[in-house]
């Protein structure tokens, strides 16, 4: 059944506002707007760099091999691109971390400030908008692609500091957008009032019987998607229940080094549940656009459920040589992937509401770090893996570019979504236009 008249029918049915949000996105709730095809885009940083040898796929324009680091995404490879020759050519002030996350969206310099970093030039915030945020505002200036927030920035373990090394996406010039790290201030973003931490009741306990009586005016689909909302939302709730009786709950800060991060145990369940409210805001349409940031840049996080207690950055920087140091870097780099597959196998189990196939079909994830190499330090290189669909590019292979400025890449993304900007944050890094990736 179709609602051709969405406010109507909401209003007769006299829901309470807290009820809203579950039903905002239902196709049958959308009328004509339902037909039209969705974009989607996910932005997913890890920090520190990568290891190479163990990361990049041989080039092959007709199939892939996987290397170590990449192989949780075997089950995805004929739906993954790699480009390898893609480097962050900005220069100018802050070190190759700072330009590396803070430039790495945007694509511009940073600005002139005191934040003093390994170089003898201290920096700001990036001086432009990140190209997550220029797509949002893009789809958000069109009635058929608004959505309610237009973009949500999830965190997994980011500290609470505000630096360049911490923020990968801008509204604009020196306007730093902080994820959300907290699955209980998401969930509250996402669906509302919410009681406090320390007093959490379920949500769903407000909404029940608004909820069942719209249920019965719904046809089969949105009957479908609308339970599988709730049962979003009451997992979350139980996880979140389930971690607040751990005292490690947070992510506490140093005492004493600012450098060193004690990233508690719950950070791989933090994960899953943040991914999980990203796919459940993607398929009832509250965003077109997210970011899922793991740590910062220069992080220390020890990974101790890796049986790592080693700061990552201090392993990013020992040498090749060191054997072990290199296993521990090894499986970092290899949690981030799985991470990601599991993003892609939700999306990839989830119908795409209203439409064909599922919900990867229509979903772009861009998974980015902000060095080629940690020991190093480049800018060269740097791993941009796309993986997903919906947006016309030819994926299951891995592309060697002749050393190319990332701009050109993130136009390209910028113009899978019809936005045909000429160009995207330094205009004489642009030259060249968006790449042919179909």
């Known amino acids: 059944m179709k609602i051709h008249n969405r406010r109507r029918f909401l ?18 709730l959308q009328g004509k707007e339902s037909t039209s095809t969705k974009q989607r885009l996910v932005v997913m940083f890890s920090p520190n760099g990568t290891l190479p040898n163990q990361y990049w796929p041989d080039p092959n324009e007709n199939g892939l091999a996987l290397k170590p680091i990449m192989k ?16 962050n050519r900005v220069r100018g002030d802050g070190d190759n971390h700072m330009r590396g996350i803070s430039c790495l969206l945007t694509a511009k310099e940073l600005h002139r400030g005191n934040i003093q970093g390994g170089s003898h030039t201290p920096a700001g915030w990036a001086s432009g908008i990140s190209i997550d945020q220029e797509i949002s505002k893009h789809l958000q200036s069109q009635e058929a692609t608004r959505t309610r927030f237009g973009s949500l920035e999830f965190g997994v373990a980011v500290p609470n500091r505000a630096d360049p090394w911490t923020r990968m996406s801008y509204a604009g010039s ?3 957008l902080a994820p959300i790290d907290d699955p209980h201030r998401m969930l509250q973003k996402m669906y509302g009032k919410l009681k406090d931490r320390d007093s959490l009741v379920s949500i769903l306990d407000d909404v029940s019987e608004d909820l069942k009586r719209v249920a019965g005016k719904l046809g089969k689909e949105d009957r479908s998607l609308l339970e599988e909302h709730l049962n979003l939302v009451r997992q979350v709730e139980q996880d979140l229940q389930r971690t607040e009786k751990s005292s490690d709950n947070r992510h506490p800060e140093p005492e004493l080094d600012p450098e060193i991060e004690l990233v508690n145990d719950n950070t791989p369940l933090i994960s ?7 796919v459940n805001g993607f ?14 840049s220069v992080g220390q996080a020890r990974m101790r459920w890796l049986g790592i207690e080693d700061g ?33 196998k939700r999306l990839l189990e989830t119908p795409e509401p209203g439409g064909d196939g599922n ?27 796309l993986i997903g669909g919906g947006l016309g590019f030819k994926m299951g292979r891995a592309i060697q570019l002749p050393n190319l400025p990332h701009n050109r ?20 890094l642009s030259h060249g236009g968006p790449l042919d990736l179909g």
């Open 11 to 28: 209003r007769d049915l006299g829901l309470s506002g807290a009820a809203l949000p579950f039903l905002a996105g239902l196709p049958g």
């Open 72 to 87: 949780p995404l075997e089950p995805f490879k004929e739906r993954l691109l790699t480009l390898k020759g893609v480097h």
């Open 174 to 176: 020196n306007k730093p």
């Open 272 to 278: 899953r549940m943040q991914i999980d409210l990203l």
């Open 283 to 296: 398929a009832n349409d509250m965003m077109r656009v997210a970011s899922l940031q793991f740590m910062r």
């Open 312 to 344: 990552h950055h201090s392993l990013s920087h020992k040498p090749d040589k060191e054997a072990k140091a290199q296993e521990k870097l090894l499986k970092i780099n290899q949690w981030f992937a799985g991470e990601l597959a599991y993003l892609c």
């Open 359 to 385: 919900m990867l079909d229509h979903t772009t994830i861009v998974w980015l770090n902000e060095l080629g190499k940690g020991n190093s330090h480049t800018l060269d290189n740097i791993p941009f893996t």
């Open 409 to 428: 890449l993130l136009l390209s993304i910028a113009h899978g979504f019809g936005h045909h900007l000429e160009s995207f944050g330094n205009n004489s």
